[in-house]
């Protein structure tokens, strides 16, 4: 959707104007139905710029200026911005149109929000990043702001067909965006194809840049997926090398989530202390489970992280991209669980870049499933690439 509309602006086939007067179609058809949107207010970014005329959205836990900026929490509700995140200025000031604001979990972690999956509503869209992954999914526009703390790009990304990606930590501000745990905390974004994902990346001043040849390689064993997931996986993968993780690995998992409740009870204690329970029942109880971690515990995970850092570093010189499932399965039917992210945790917490692209659908659910690739930190543009040469064809053909 993303090429397509910036081949409508530049040929002048289609005016900004038309372009918008579509995306506000879409919404209104289906967000009835869907409710992917806290708020629809556009704003233009100025009309100039590498992205001029494209619209967006950002997840309501993004500062906007005079905008809805309620967190998914009804304690919140009303609460406008004063001021737009970094990461919006600078999508406004490259042209492009924030069209408002999507749907998040409260306060960004596991009680749900009200968002369906555009695939079939009676499965949840996964989260935090919910009505992000949503609007992109449902054509409502060509991409989207998102956050990921453990799995909240990547796992929508996977529920709803579409593509997600968390650049390496620290690439992408995250100055006026709600944190939950800073030493995870990372912005992402949604597009509908690989493809948008790297014009996306390139017109946001980011290198684009070709690897004639990219070294492949999957896990050997594949922990904590369906049979549905292992199937389409080992099908679309069944010809590149599969390599055992490093025992380190294996440890970070319970290192991130330790890490993730410390430092998300410490972010939010002091609203959980004002308002209880009416913070999320989810959030209340990490709360009052994580601010009982000692330090030296979490000092201990901080390591084990970083352990698991050096080892995969290691891994990633002899195979640039890593390629494993973007969720355990596909979604989950209902809307009371935005699903386990524990496929995505572990290189959130390395840092590493990770992009989820979809792979079809699982042979029972006929619900989207999803091919994640990572790389070593600062190599984005490498994974960039073979997400969009994965995407055209199967990884053992590169």
Not at 266 to 280: F, K, M
Request: charge should be neutral; glycine fraction near 12%; aromatic fraction near 8%.
């Amino acid at each position: 959707m993303l090429g397509q509309i910036i081949e409508w602006l530049e040929s002048g086939e289609k005016s900004a104007a038309d372009i918008k007067k579509l995306c506000l179609e879409r919404i209104a058809g289906r967000d009835g139905e869907l409710r992917a949107w806290v708020e629809v207010a556009p704003r233009d970014g100025g009309g100039r710029g590498p992205l001029a005329g494209v619209p967006f959205g950002a997840k309501d836990i993004f500062e906007t200026r005079g905008m809805a900026t309620e967190y998914g929490s009804p304690i919140y509700a009303g609460r406008k911005g004063s001021s737009d995140a970094a990461l919006v200025t600078d999508l406004l000031s490259r042209g492009a149109v924030l069209m408002g604001k999507t749907a998040t979990t409260a306060f960004a972690y596991f009680d749900p929000a009200p968002t369906r999956n555009p695939r079939d509503g009676r499965y949840t869209p996964g989260g935090s990043s919910s009505g992000s992954a949503a609007a992109v999914a449902a054509g409502m526009v060509p991409f989207a702001l998102g956050t990921q703390t453990q799995g909240s790009v990547l796992r929508p990304a996977s529920f709803c067909g579409v593509t997600g990606f968390k650049p390496t930590f620290g690439t992408l501000p995250t100055a006026g965006v709600l944190p939950f745990a800073p030493s995870l905390d990372t912005p992402g974004l949604f597009t509908e194809t690989a493809p948008d994902m790297g014009l996306l990346w390139e017109r946001m001043g980011h290198a684009r840049l070709q690897f004639p040849k990219l070294e492949y390689a999957v896990p050997e064993t594949l922990d904590g997926v369906d049979g549905e997931m292992e199937q389409a996986f080992r099908a679309a993968t069944r010809e590149l090398p599969a390599i055992a993780f490093p025992p380190a690995f294996a440890r970070v998992l319970p290192a991130v989530r330790l890490v993730n409740n410390y430092e998300g009870a410490r972010t939010h204690e002091a609203t959980w202390r004002e308002h209880g329970a009416r913070i999320g029942q989810k959030l209340a109880g990490l709360i009052e489970e994580g601010l009982k971690i000692p330090r030296d515990e979490y000092a201990k995970a901080l390591a084990a992280i970083e352990e698991g850092r050096r080892a995969m570093d290691a891994v990633f010189r002899e195979y640039p991209v890593l390629l494993t499932p973007s969720a355990p399965g596909p979604p989950p039917a209902g809307l009371a669980t935005t699903g386990d992210p524990r496929m995505n945790s572990p290189w959130t917490g390395l840092g590493c870049p990770a992009i989820s692209i979809p792979m079809g659908r699982g042979a029972v659910s006929r619900m989207p499933l999803g091919l994640q690739l990572t790389a070593a930190r600062g190599r984005d543009a490498e994974l960039v690439d073979a997400a969009v040469k994965i995407a055209a064809r199967p990884p053992a053909a590169h």
